[in-house]
C-alpha cells in the first residue's frame, strides 16, 4: 500500500519549494480572489499599480502592493476584464 501512495502522490520537485528568504505568507489574488503563497505569485508595486477599481474588493497590503496569481491574471486585471469562475 505504501509503494502505492508513493507511486501516486510523489513529492513536489524541490525548484517548487520555497528557498530561503521566500515569503511564505498567504495573499489574495487582486483578479480572483485565490489564497497564494507570496512566493508563487507576481508582487506588482504601487509605482506600477493602476488605479483601477473594479466590483470585486481589492485587497491591498499597507504599502499599495497589488499580488496576482500569474502573469496572465495581472493582465486582465489592467485590461479591465471581470474574473468569471
Not at 513536489?12 to 498567504?26: C, L
Not at 505569485?41 to 499580488?67: C, M, P, Q, R, Y
Request: net charge neutral; glycine share 8%.
Amino acid at each position: 500500500m505504501w509503494g502505492f501512495y508513493k507511486f501516486m502522490y510523489p513529492r513536489a520537485p524541490k525548484s517548487m519549494m520555497p528557498k530561503k528568504g521566500d515569503i511564505i505568507t498567504p495573499r489574495q489574488c487582486a483578479f480572483c480572489g485565490n489564497s497564494l503563497a507570496e512566493y508563487r505569485g507576481v508582487l506588482e508595486s504601487a509605482v506600477n499599480a493602476d488605479t483601477h477599481t473594479t466590483s470585486e474588493s481589492i485587497d491591498k497590503s499597507a504599502s499599495g502592493e497589488l499580488f496576482f496569481c500569474n502573469y496572465e491574471h495581472q493582465a486582465d486585471f489592467h485590461a479591465g476584464k471581470v474574473y468569471q469562475p
